[in-house]
């Protein structure tokens, strides 16, 4: 069954990056036909959707995000990861990673989310 | 960028009553367009893509139709475990993945 799992810093000083990593288990990254991705929920509010990336390293960006987003993958941990550079407050979260399909972009399997705070 | 407008809110009902939630597009997203249910302190869940075909698991209870901009989905009889929120989400392309605000559900 597929799973996967956020970890990185729960408290992130502002202006620093927040990095997250996705461990995915049950599942290969490098299956040609699935794309991986972030979205992220600031507390009591909406899903935003922050970027996508295939196992080739192919990546697609939220455009009002994508100055300040990295999104990688590590087929050999089967892992992807996030970057978030400058942050502020208005970045603290809850971040999901999810599997996207390629032909069908849908988000059908999701982490179970880690809440990252931007404070001092 | 597409907006998704979801309407209402919230919808308060009672267990058994049927519920209708919409979700408008600023312009056609044909049929890619999915909706997930998110429960409190739980990540969101698939429900239905494609605008009207169920996930894996999904009860029968759930229904999604539309195409191009207007998109509804229904709940025919709401289970306890049914109240949350839902939200709409647009997948025309890879570079797209545009949320609406969600309706929340909750117990009249």
Known sequence: QLQLQESGPGLVKPSETLSLN????????SATTYYWGWIRQPPGKGLEWI??????????????????????????????????????AA?????????????LLMFDHWGQGTLVTVSS | EIVLTQSPGTLSLSPGEGASLSCRASQSVRKYLAW??????????????????RATGIPDRFSGSGSGTDFTLTISRLEPEDFAVYYCQEYNTPTSGTFGGGTKVDIK
């Open chain 1, 22 to 29: 996705c461990t995915v288990s049950g599942g290969s990254i």
């Open chain 1, 51 to 88: 970027g996508t990336v295939y196992y080739s390293g192919r990546t697609y960006y939220n455009p009002s995000l994508t100055s300040r987003v990295t999104i990688s993958v590590d087929t050999s941990k089967n892992q992807f990861s996030l970057r978030l550079n400058s942050v502020t």
């Open chain 1, 91 to 103: 970045d603290t979260a809850v971040y999901y990673c999810a599997r996207r399909g390629y032909d």
């Open chain 2, 36 to 53: 997930y249910q998110q429960r409190p302190g739980q990540a969101p869940r698939l429900l239905i893509y494609g605008a009207s075909s």
